[in-house]
């Protein structure tokens, strides 16, 4: 008997896009997924070891992992927008 695979997953259980300006994050956590995301490629850090560092269950991770996967576009943007803020600030304010 075939295995069936689904063609999507509903990753609503783990990550939550209400708080931070509807950036995605783990629900009823306050790590973006794009944290997690690119903590993974820039450090190399494996699903345990995300885990770890986060102080999430690996579930959550595979979660953030696959809902950036699905969403990489939108969320590059969304974090392109949120780092060209941050430096405005910075260069406003300086450093304080």
């Known amino acids: 008997m075939a295995v069936q695979i689904p063609s999507s997953v509903d990753l609503r259980k783990y990550i939550d896009t209400s708080l931070f300006g509807e950036r995605p994050h783990i629900r009823g956590r306050r790590v973006p997924v794009a944290t997690v995301?690119?903590?993974a490629q820039s450090e190399g850090w494996g699903t345990s070891e995300l885990a770890y560092q986060f102080t999430l269950n690996e579930a959550e991770v595979l979660s953030a992992l696959l809902y950036y996967q699905e969403h990489k576009a939108e969320i590059d943007a969304q974090e392109a927008e949120e780092q060209h803020l941050l430096d405005e600030m910075y260069q406003l304010h300086g450093e304080q």
């Open 37 to 39: 995301a690119y903590s």
